[in-house]
């Protein structure tokens, strides 16, 4: 069974006395470790499906099932436990906590799981430790680079050990040598068996996932499976550094 | 998310904007700290008139005999001699609300010892009114209704007296003294009871049996009584009833027709004091008017700062329901955060309010009295005011679209 099944999915927005279909029957499969990305133009319908697989948002029609769970009917507050325990988001701001460490950020997930405290350092550093950030574990995100504060939200998003991360733009503000490592941490995640769910609109970046679906006006437009491009990180130069929530 | 993580939270959100926190507690700390300064002050004053009036009886009323009339010229209250000793016996026997009463015979005389002289009041009276006026020997005994009924020559004094007599350490008892050339065996020193509200010295006093009065200090005619008498009723609720029950007696037993004026007059004491309190209640209730007014105030000053706060982290919050916090989660983390600015500003308050009351006490001799009960209820207050107007920013934040709250700019 696939973890992320979408069937005939639609969502209507009603913007005052227009209706605007965002999505118009979207039917998707997607398999445990597979790692997708999902293009299109703005207004594609792209950035509404992914507040439905992320539960966000609820289709207004259509059924989804998340790791075997009808989750299109469920209230607020079983939503956002699901988003804690299944889904871990990134995003293209990062949306880090300001004046707050890097581990107190990976930390926020399991605040709202109910972990107890030692438990919590213990599997944040973890965490940290596996995008490689063991050592600023302390270092606040003004005091980090681009990459490094994307590569914090990563350790954050794997905190809670979920079934599927999703990465909304994950690369829009970084530089390409940064969006590459960000990629090869992600192939490196789908090795370890997460499902890893890409919006991109660079086609550069959707070459680094083995299927890529293409969005047009709230319908798939097609959906090929490639050979992915490995992620090889070149030589450093010179990163750049990104505003943390303020 | 547990409790102590909110607070947590709540505090660190707090303390990132140390001085805006600081400038939103202020109308708590001026409106809590004025109620408790006002408040310690207030009741010191009230204990003070309390005391002032317990030292003046309990439940006490007087009778006093009536005026006299000479060519149109009114005497003043006492001038006629109205009261009788059976007057007396009837008020002692026949009230049912009346718990003691005794004559108030008065004069003010030179008082010798053997090598001092002090001018002071001299009164002559029965065991009762040490009772109605609850004042109790410090040192040997009071005289007794046989002293009374025998006119022995025997005195207690008030503590001036003994002072000034015999020196401040000296033990009086059984030391004599002369009143108007008769001489007097002490018997016992009453306790120290200072000063009335007027200044008068209520330990000024010789108290001497009442026929021993007549016989040697003032004469006058045998059946009535040349002062007042002193009455105590059974209780504080009774004075009232008391004073009606002993006008309608003494009516009879003056045979007053329907129309006349009393020829007497009956002052309740605790009427005085009641009044007093009804003061100082207005004066508390002015107070509490006080600390609404402010309490509003800071509750509203609460209330737009966590508006701010909430929109200013909309994408915080966002974020925090992005992995996993329920709407409840983020409802409670708002609420704590006020609740804590409220209880906050309300603590800083007490401080400020107690140290206030005690710098102004210090400086003005002022009485104060702190109570434990204010001071709970104070920080109670504020942190209700923190609930009630951290609720509706607290709902509005909990009521955010997670995917509207990350876009916000």
Same mark, same amino acid.
């Given at each position: 069974m696939p %973890?992320?099944?979408?069937?005939?999915?639609?969502? +209507?927005?009603?913007?005052?006395?227009?209706e605007v279909h965002a999505l118009r029957g979207v039917s998707l499969d997607i398999e445990l470790a597979e790692f997708t990305a999902i293009m299109g133009a703005s207004g594609s319908g792209k950035s509404t499906l992914m507040n439905i697989v992320g539960c966000l948002d609820r289709p207004s029609s259509g059924r989804y099932l998340l790791?075997?769970?009808?989750?299109?009917?469920?209230?607020?507050?079983?939503?956002?436990?699901?988003?804690?325990? +299944?889904?871990?988001?990134?995003?293209?701001?990062?949306?880090? %906590?300001?004046? +707050?460490s890097a581990l107190e950020n990976v930390e926020l997930p399991l605040l709202y799981a109910g972990v107890s405290t030692p438990e919590r350092h213990a599997r944040a550093a973890e965490a940290l430790a596996r995008v490689g950030l063991a050592d600023r574990a302390h270092?606040?995100?003004?005091?980090?680079?681009?990459?490094?504060?994307?590569?914090?939200?990563?350790?954050?998003? %794997?905190?809670?050990?979920?079934?599927?991360?999703?990465?909304?733009?994950?690369?829009?503000?970084?530089?390409?040598? +940064?969006?590459?490592?960000?990629?090869? %941490?992600?192939?490196?995640?789908?090795?370890?068996?997460i499902t890893v769910v890409l919006v991109t609109h660079e086609p550069d970046i959707a070459q680094y996932a083995g299927r890529i679906v293409v969005m047009r006006d709230g319908r798939i437009l097609s959906d090929t499976r490639q050979v992915p491009r490995q992620a090889v990180v070149p030589p450093p130069v010179a990163e750049d550094r990104r505003e943390a929530i303020p | 998310m547990s409790w102590l993580q909110t607070l947590r939270v709540a505090v660190r959100a707090l303390t990132r904007n140390k001085l805006r926190s600081f400038l939103t507690t202020l109308g708590m700390v001026i409106g809590v700290s004025a109620v408790i300064a006002m408040v310690a002050i207030g009741d010191g004053a009230k204990a003070r008139v309390e005391a002032a009036f317990a030292a003046m009886g309990s439940n006490m009323l007087v009778v006093l005999p009536g005026t006299s009339t000479a060519g149109g010229a009114m005497g003043g209250f006492g001038s006629m001699p109205t009261l009788t000793w059976e007057d007396l016996k009837a008020i002692q026997t026949e009230l049912p609300t009346v718990r003691a009463a005794a004559p108030q015979l008065r004069s003010t005389g030179q008082v010798l010892s053997e090598d001092q002289n002090w001018t002071t009041q001299i009164f002559g009276t029965t065991p009762e009114y040490f009772q109605i006026r609850t004042w109790p020997v410090a040192h040997g005994e009071l005289f007794?209704?046989?002293?009374?009924?025998?006119?022995?020559?025997?005195?207690?004094?008030?503590q001036t007296v003994a002072d000034?007599?015999?020196?401040?350490?000296a033990n009086p008892i059984g030391q004599v003294i002369r009143v108007k050339n008769v001489p007097f065996t002490i018997v016992g020193v009453l306790a120290k009871k200072g000063q009335s509200q007027w200044g008068q010295d209520y330990d000024d006093i010789v108290v001497v049996p009442v026929s021993t009065f007549q016989q040697k200090i003032q004469g006058g005619l045998k059946n009535v009584i040349a002062g007042s008498i002193a009455v105590s009723a059974t209780g504080p609720d009774a004075t009232a009833r008391a004073e009606t029950q002993i006008r309608g007696l003494l009516r009879d037993r003056h045979r007053l027709p329907q129309g006349a004026d009393d020829d007497f007059s009956i002052r309740n004491l605790s009427e005085i004091a009641s009044a007093q309190q009804e003061g100082t209640r207005t004066l508390t209730t002015l107070l509490a008017a006080i600390a609404a007014v402010s309490l509003l105030v800071g509750g509203i000053g609460i209330m737009n700062i966590m508006l701010v706060s909430v929109t200013e982290r909309t994408r915080e919050i966002g974020l925090r329901m992005a992995v996993g916090a329920k709407p409840s989660d983020i409802r409670l983390q708002f609420l704590v955060e006020a609740l804590a600015l409220a209880v906050i500003g309300g603590l800083i308050g007490v401080g400020l309010g107690?140290?206030?009351?005690?710098?102004?006490?210090?400086?003005?001799?002022?009485?104060?009295?702190?109570?434990p009960d204010v001071i709970a209820i104070a920080v109670g207050f504020s942190g209700l005011v923190g609930v009630v107007f951290g609720l509706y920013p607290a709902h509005k934040a909990s009521r955010l679209d997670p995917i509207t709250a990350l876009r916000f700019e």
């Amino acid at each position: 069974m696939p %973890l992320i099944q979408l069937v005939d999915v639609a969502k +209507t927005y009603r913007m005052g006395d227009v209706e605007v279909h965002a999505l118009r029957g979207v039917s998707l499969d997607i398999e445990l470790a597979e790692f997708t990305a999902i293009m299109g133009a703005s207004g594609s319908g792209k950035s509404t499906l992914m507040n439905i697989v992320g539960c966000l948002d609820r289709p207004s029609s259509g059924r989804y099932l998340l790791d075997g769970q009808e989750v299109s009917r469920l209230s607020t507050e079983r939503l956002a436990e699901m988003r804690n325990r +299944t889904i871990g988001f990134v995003f293209q701001s990062f949306n880090l %906590l300001a004046r +707050t460490s890097a581990l107190e950020n990976v930390e926020l997930p399991l605040l709202y799981a109910g972990v107890s405290t030692p438990e919590r350092h213990a599997r944040a550093a973890e965490a940290l430790a596996r995008v490689g950030l063991a050592d600023r574990a302390h270092h606040h995100p003004n005091q980090m680079s681009g990459g490094q504060q994307q590569r914090v939200a990563i350790a954050r998003a %794997l905190v809670s050990r979920p079934r599927v991360i999703l990465a909304d733009e994950p690369t829009g503000n970084l530089d390409s040598r +940064t969006s590459v490592e960000v990629m090869a %941490l992600f192939q490196e995640l789908g090795r370890a068996g997460i499902t890893v769910v890409l919006v991109t609109h660079e086609p550069d970046i959707a070459q680094y996932a083995g299927r890529i679906v293409v969005m047009r006006d709230g319908r798939i437009l097609s959906d090929t499976r490639q050979v992915p491009r490995q992620a090889v990180v070149p030589p450093p130069v010179a990163e750049d550094r990104r505003e943390a929530i303020p | 998310m547990s409790w102590l993580q909110t607070l947590r939270v709540a505090v660190r959100a707090l303390t990132r904007n140390k001085l805006r926190s600081f400038l939103t507690t202020l109308g708590m700390v001026i409106g809590v700290s004025a109620v408790i300064a006002m408040v310690a002050i207030g009741d010191g004053a009230k204990a003070r008139v309390e005391a002032a009036f317990a030292a003046m009886g309990s439940n006490m009323l007087v009778v006093l005999p009536g005026t006299s009339t000479a060519g149109g010229a009114m005497g003043g209250f006492g001038s006629m001699p109205t009261l009788t000793w059976e007057d007396l016996k009837a008020i002692q026997t026949e009230l049912p609300t009346v718990r003691a009463a005794a004559p108030q015979l008065r004069s003010t005389g030179q008082v010798l010892s053997e090598d001092q002289n002090w001018t002071t009041q001299i009164f002559g009276t029965t065991p009762e009114y040490f009772q109605i006026r609850t004042w109790p020997v410090a040192h040997g005994e009071l005289f007794t209704h046989s002293d009374v009924d025998g006119g022995t020559k025997v005195a207690v004094v008030g503590q001036t007296v003994a002072d000034k007599l015999f020196g401040s350490n000296a033990n009086p008892i059984g030391q004599v003294i002369r009143v108007k050339n008769v001489p007097f065996t002490i018997v016992g020193v009453l306790a120290k009871k200072g000063q009335s509200q007027w200044g008068q010295d209520y330990d000024d006093i010789v108290v001497v049996p009442v026929s021993t009065f007549q016989q040697k200090i003032q004469g006058g005619l045998k059946n009535v009584i040349a002062g007042s008498i002193a009455v105590s009723a059974t209780g504080p609720d009774a004075t009232a009833r008391a004073e009606t029950q002993i006008r309608g007696l003494l009516r009879d037993r003056h045979r007053l027709p329907q129309g006349a004026d009393d020829d007497f007059s009956i002052r309740n004491l605790s009427e005085i004091a009641s009044a007093q309190q009804e003061g100082t209640r207005t004066l508390t209730t002015l107070l509490a008017a006080i600390a609404a007014v402010s309490l509003l105030v800071g509750g509203i000053g609460i209330m737009n700062i966590m508006l701010v706060s909430v929109t200013e982290r909309t994408r915080e919050i966002g974020l925090r329901m992005a992995v996993g916090a329920k709407p409840s989660d983020i409802r409670l983390q708002f609420l704590v955060e006020a609740l804590a600015l409220a209880v906050i500003g309300g603590l800083i308050g007490v401080g400020l309010g107690l140290a206030g009351a005690w710098r102004l006490a210090t400086s003005f001799g002022w009485e104060v009295l702190y109570r434990p009960d204010v001071i709970a209820i104070a920080v109670g207050f504020s942190g209700l005011v923190g609930v009630v107007f951290g609720l509706y920013p607290a709902h509005k934040a909990s009521r955010l679209d997670p995917i509207t709250a990350l876009r916000f700019e």
